[in-house]
């Protein structure tokens, strides 16, 4: 089994302490960086499974090289667990603000670093996670807006599938706006059909009819709204 690989961004001691919880686990290739601008390119070389990044970083922050990684395309689907000091609120907000997806004070805490990290590379494991999730979704395209008298069937970080006897082509853009559960406002984004499950389209016999949405672009709060929901969802014990 190839080992998961473990990115450690700290201009410091920070990790000192739990990386021995790691450097002797057989299942884990550690790596590190010692500034933002480091674990930005690291990332992008190196693809890893999870980031653990401390916010106060050289050359570029942690919160923004968060905030960078989450914009791009193909390494938002990265966890990253910022690392904050538990007695300065305003450096958590920072965190949040940056759309990461678990924040750990410091002085770190051996448990619960290895506790967190279990949980978000068990969810990295899988390619776009879906959870089962009815939705009234309202759709536009072009000059036209149709509001859904059927609903999503599931959703991921990177799209949702709309069960519709009328989908659109492929490629179509989309203007997509709908409300996730226990949220207050609903979420606004573009997307663009992907593909079909239709008579002459892709098929997929355990989905109804209808089409494979994908998010194309979503504001880091929104995303991260929904990869919080996702990830409550797939770590809710059974």
Not at 9 to 36: I, P, T
Not at 60 to 71: F, I, V
Not at 150 to 179: D, K
Request: charged share 30%.
């Amino acid at each position: 089994m190839a080992k998961k690989k473990v990115l450690l961004v700290s201009n410091g001691d920070v990790f000192r302490d739990v990386e021995k919880s790691l450097l002797y686990r057989d299942e884990y290739e550690l790596l590190f960086a010692g500034s933002g601008v480091a674990a930005y390119e690291m990332a992008a070389e190196e693809r890893p499974h999870l980031i653990f990044m401390d916010i106060v970083l050289p050359e570029l922050s942690g919160d923004e090289c968060c905030r960078r990684l989450k914009a791009h395309q193909e390494l938002r689907n990265i966890p990253v667990i910022m690392v904050a000091p538990g007695d300065r609120v305003e450096e958590v907000q920072r965190c949040e603000r940056a759309g990461c997806d678990d924040i750990l004070l410091k002085p770190l805490n051996r448990q619960l670093f290895m506790e967190a990290g279990r949980r978000h590379l068990q969810v990295s494991q899988r390619d776009a996670p879906r959870v089962a999730l009815r939705l009234n979704v309202h759709y536009g395209f072009g000059d036209e807006e149709r509001e859904l008298q059927e609903y999503s069937i599931n959703v991921s970080t990177g799209g949702l599938f709309i069960e519709t006897v009328e989908p659109l082509p492929v490629a179509t853009p989309l203007r997509l706006e709908f409300l996730l559960p226990e949220q207050e406002r609903p979420i606004r984004c573009v997307g663009r059909v992907a593909w079909l499950n239709a008579e002459d389209g892709q098929q997929n016999p355990r989905l109804p009819k209808g089409m494979g949405v994908q998010f194309v672009d979503m504001s880091l709060e929104d995303m991260c709204l929904v990869r919080s929901f996702i990830m409550q969802e797939l770590v809710a014990p059974c």
